[in-house]
């Protein structure tokens, strides 16, 4: 359940945060209520867990990240745990999730890599692969990013 | 990089203090002024470096659900499907990508039922017919930081 309070607290905080001396002053100032009270919800919103990280969020390839793969693997579903948690375990992967396939589309274990290049992201999923031994996966490069923002989930 | 915006960069991904005054809290720990730090932010994010600062949230304790929709789409339907698509608030990421599945895309909504409804609407406002709905089963990792 999240009071009232913290969802006008959440539609400041999904936002940018100002740089300035006194961000969260700032902030509460928008929605009637002290900067103490805000500051102490917002590390209660993240001790609950509500709130997976504070902080900066970077540009990727403006910080040196040029190229990113989704890699798609088929596993065998009753190693997906196993496997899930090995390709987890590189450094280079940013996030890994299990997905039913769909259609014609067979594979059901994602990972998101990021690289210095096209060639090192192929080289690590060879890595992810023998470390595995799961062979039938797909590289699939970003070739353009459309849209990249944050959700605004209360407005 | 310069070392300085290294170590602030490292620094403030995961571990920006919540507090009312964050930037004399990093200048401590950093060993730097308050003024000297809040710069250097600034600076970042006009690099573009910086996205954002803020929170990010673990979506299903906000009660939302969300999921990644894989499209496939005609070259010449590209422009018309991801303005539509883009168009919907929910959907905060969205690519091109080197595959019969072209066009990937993330969808956050309060409901399932309201993304099925939405991807509905979609095919039928640009005729594309391919369109899957990935929710994830299950997560192994969202990682936090990027060391720079």
């Known amino acids: 359940m999240i009071e009232e309070i913290d969802k006008k607290i959440i539609s400041q905080i999904q936002r940018d945060l100002p740089v300035h001396p006194r961000p969260f002053a700032l902030l509460a100032e928008k929605i009637g209520i002290s900067e103490e009270v805000f500051v102490e919800r917002v590390k209660r919103l993240k001790d609950r867990g509500i709130i997976r990280r504070f902080g900066a969020t970077l540009r990727h390839q403006e910080a040196g990240f040029k190229a990113n793969a989704m890699i798609a693997w088929k596993s065998p579903e009753n190693a997906i745990n196993e496997n899930g948690e090995k390709l987890a375990r590189f450094r280079e992967v940013s996030h890994c999730y299990h997905r039913a396939p769909k259609g014609d589309w067979p594979y059901n274990l994602y990972s998101m890599v990021h690289g210095g290049s096209r060639d090192e992201c192929r080289k690590i999923a060879r890595q992810m692969s023998s470390a595995t031994g799961l062979t039938d996966y797909a590289v699939l490069f970003s070739e353009k990013e459309f849209k990249k923002t944050s959700m605004e989930y209360f407005t | ?148």
């Open chain 2, 1 to 148: 990089m310069d070392t300085t915006y290294r170590k602030i960069l490292n620094e403030i991904q995961s571990d920006f203090p919540i507090s009312s005054t964050p930037y004399r809290d990093l200048a401590k720990r950093l060993n730097m002024t308050e003024d000297a730090v809040i710069e250097a932010v600034k600076r970042l994010k006009k690099k573009g470096i910086i996205r954002r600062i803020g929170g990010n949230f673990h979506t299903s304790k906000l009660n939302f659900v969300s999921t990644l929709c894989a499209a496939r789409v005609p070259e010449e339907k590209i422009d018309h499907f991801v303005e539509t698509v883009n168009a919907y608030p929910g959907v905060t990421h969205n690519y091109l990508r080197a595959h019969s599945y072209n066009v990937w895309f993330t969808f956050i909504a309060e409901e399932m039922a309201m993304i099925e409804e939405a991807l509905e609407t979609i095919r039928q406002k640009t005729g594309v017919r391919e369109i899957l709905n990935l929710p994830a089963e299950e997560m192994f990792k969202i990682k936090v930081d990027f060391a720079v």
